[in-house]
Each structure stands twice: as structure tokens, then as C-alpha cells.
């Protein structure tokens, strides 16, 4: 199963390439290029490892650090 | 960019989308197990709390006509700490923006399709929202129009249906435990239909041509969610009791299958599910919508169509590894997902109107 979905996201990732980088170029959207280069390729990148099962760092655990603080308050409201 | 308008109709339905669009399904529990029976005078108390920080909201698009809020953030509190502040506000918008395909992947694997992987429906989900995105602003608008209908006739049938089965018992003993549980449950409450509604900030002064008629269609679009929020917990309350409510996950649903009306009118519970996840697909689309707008004016760039797709790939990632399991998930949202949205949907607008006024004195007096 991990193969065909790497397969699948590889495909899609190309297609989208395929499709969208001519227009940028055509209408000099560089800065936009960049940003969707690297966007894609983060989206790729998780997407593989997802499919691989490696771990992925989760966004909610960094969330749930910045407002560990206020913790034992949220407890309280929340008895 | 693009400068498109909206009518003050659609912009009454996109902030009762937004106000009610994530939580109306779940948030009878989390108040119930607060509350208890008394969780309908909360959801009584939540609007009228909700006033200043609405008013707030309006007053600071109203002083920024045609700019987002982004851009207001940027201009109010200048480069660099304008900066730190438009990302906590992207973050939240990303953060609800995969919420959101997590609760429909869960409740539709876990109620309706169990042999489905969730991430089939998830997938399902953000390509709809991707779609609707690229199809832009003034698609989203008109379709939140209909769905506010439909939204609007199939939770006052459910309502009227699930009506013989109310037992005025469940309501007693009234204030058992004084006003405090109450007014916590309250606060709870307004984290997920009060805060939420700063995501229209993205929308609201930027696409709106009249804005002295705007202020009533957000009061109107406000006190409407307000008011479905208000049957619902009522509902769930009086027909399941406090202590049912409190530890079901989906009590509204639950409401649904309790609909028994001679043998015709028996499991209508999809009528409450249909509801529920086109108000998600709403939210979903206007937070992400919010969310790539927003990350393409922090970056500066002229179209903010072009990240759709890739932001929907990254999103649609993120909502299959947000919540582990629905331990992590229900402590998550008590302990972390209540600050949080203070902090962005409460604290951060009422920075940006006290640094408004300041800056607005400074200008008088000199």
C-alpha cells in the first residue's frame, strides 16, 4: 500500500507542476513560484512519510507547549 | 488581489457559518459536563457576552475599510510586531483549517462508515474545500446563502420532531451549583462561537461595499448562531438529561436517533449529520480560505490562488496526524484550544482597538 501511495502523491505532485509552473513563468510570478516550490514540497515530503508510517512532528504538541502555562487554570474551568 | 464585493445578506450567513459552522455537533458535551443541567443558561448568557468582542470586530473593519485583517494587524501594530501577530493569527486559521476534516473524517468513520478509512473522507473533504476555495470569495458567499437555509429548516425540524420525547425533569434542579458553573460553561462556550468569528476578519472589511449596513448583518448573523446554538444545547438537555449529554461525543446526533414519530419518522439522525458537515464544509472553506489568504499577504505575494493546491496537500496531511486519539483530542481542546482561541480571537482584537485609539489620540493631540 505504501508504494501505490507514494506513487499516487509523486503523480499528483508532477501533474500540478506540469500545470501550474508554465503559467507562473508566463506571467513572472517568481516570488509566487518560490513559495509554491517550497509548499509543494513540504506537502510531498509529509505526505511520503505519512505513507512510509515515520513519525511526524505534530503541530498540536508545540500549541499545547506555548500554553502549558495556563494548564492548571484551563483544569479548573474546565472541572 | 482580488477586490470582489459581497451583499450584506451573505455576509449575515457567512458569520453565522463561521460562529456556529465548527462546534454545533460537539459543544452541547463539553458545556453539559460543566454546566450540567443548567447548560442552556449558558448558551442564554454567551451572546450577550459576545456583544463588545463583535462590536470590536466591526468597529476595527470599520475604521480599515477595504483591507483584511491581516493588513489592519500590520498597519496597526507595525512591521515587526504586526508580523509576530499576523502569524499567531495564521496559525490559528491553519490549526482550525485541519480541525476541521479531522472531526468529519472521525464522526463519519465512527457513527456512520466504520469499515472507511477516515483519510478517504478527509481526502474527499479538502478536495471540496480546494475547489471551493479556487472557485474564491464570492462562490463560498453565495453558496453559504443556500446552506444557511438548509441549515435553518432541518434543525427546526429536528426540533419540532424530537419535541414528544422532552422531559422538563431533565431541566431540575435549576442552579443546583450557584451561577459559577454556569458562567464557566459559558466561557467555554464562547471559544468555540465567539472567538472563532475574528477568522471573518479576512473577508468582512475587505469585501464589503457597505459597511454602515454591514454592522447589522454581523449582530443579525451573530445572534442567529446564537440561537441555533441555544435549541441545540436546550434540546440535547432536555431530552437526554445533563449527565447523558456531558459524556456523549456527538450529543446532538445522539438527539437525532431519539426521533421516534409512529413508524415512518424513525433514524432521521442523518438529517443532524447532513447539517453538520455542510456547515463544516462552510467553516473548512472559510478558514482555509482565511488561512492562505492570510500566509499570501504575510509573504507578500500577488495571488493567492497559486499555494491553494499545495496548502490543501499539507493540510490534508496534517488533519490525519493533528489528534493520535480521542484522549489527546478532548484534553487538547479543554487545556490548549480554549487559550489559544482567547488569546487570538479575544486578546488580539482588543490590542489591536486599544493601540487603534491610543494611536488615534496621538494623532488628535498633535
Partial sequence: MAIMSILAISVFSTVICIVEIPKMLEQRLYRELWIFCILLGTGTVLAVFKSLDVEIPNPSDFIAWVYSPLAETMKSITK | MEKMKITNY????????????????????????????????????????????????????????????????????GRWIGTIAAVSYISICLT?????????????????????????????????????????????????????????????????????????ENLQPVLENGMAPVFKGSYVLSCFIIFPVVLLMMIYPANIDNLSEAKKSIFKGFLFAGFITFITILMSVLVLGGKITAILKYPTYLLAKEIRLGIIFTRLE???????????????????????????????????KKIVIPMGLIILVMSEIVFPDDIYQINWVNLVWMPYATTNGFILPLLLFIVHLIKKGIKKAS
Fill in chain 2, 10 to 77: 451573505q455576509l449575515f450567513s457567512l458569520t453565522a457559518n463561521a460562529a456556529f459552522g465548527g462546534s454545533v455537533i460537539v459543544i452541547a458535551s463539553a458545556i453539559a459536563a460543566i454546566a450540567k443541567q443548567d447548560a442552556w443558561i449558558s448558551a442564554l448568557l454567551t451572546p450577550i457576552l459576545g456583544m463588545p468582542v463583535i462590536w470590536i470586530c466591526w468597529f476595527l473593519g470599520s475604521q480599515y475599510p477595504g483591507l483584511t485583517f491581516v493588513e489592519i494587524i500590520k498597519k496597526i501594530l
Fill in chain 2, 96 to 168: 482550525l483549517a485541519y480541525h476541521v476534516p479531522w472531526y468529519v473524517g472521525d464522526f463519519v468513520a465512527t457513527q456512520a462508515m466504520p469499515e472507511t478509512p477516515p483519510y478517504v473522507i478527509n481526502l474527499l473533504f479538502m478536495i471540496a474545500v480546494v475547489i471551493a476555495v479556487l472557485y474564491g470569495i464570492e462562490t463560498i458567499a453565495r453558496a453559504s446563502e443556500l446552506y444557511i437555509l438548509f441549515v435553518l429548516v432541518l434543525s427546526v425540524l429536528t426540533v419540532v420532531l424530537v419535541s414528544p420525547n422532552i422531559k422538563f
Fill in chain 2, 270 to 304: 442523518f438529517i443532524v449529520a447532513g447539517t453538520w458537515i455542510i456547515t463544516q464544509f462552510m467553516m473548512g472553506t472559510l478558514v482555509f480560505y482565511a488561512a492562505v489568504l492570510g500566509l499570501s499577504q504575510l509573504l507578500g505575494l500577488k495571488d493567492h
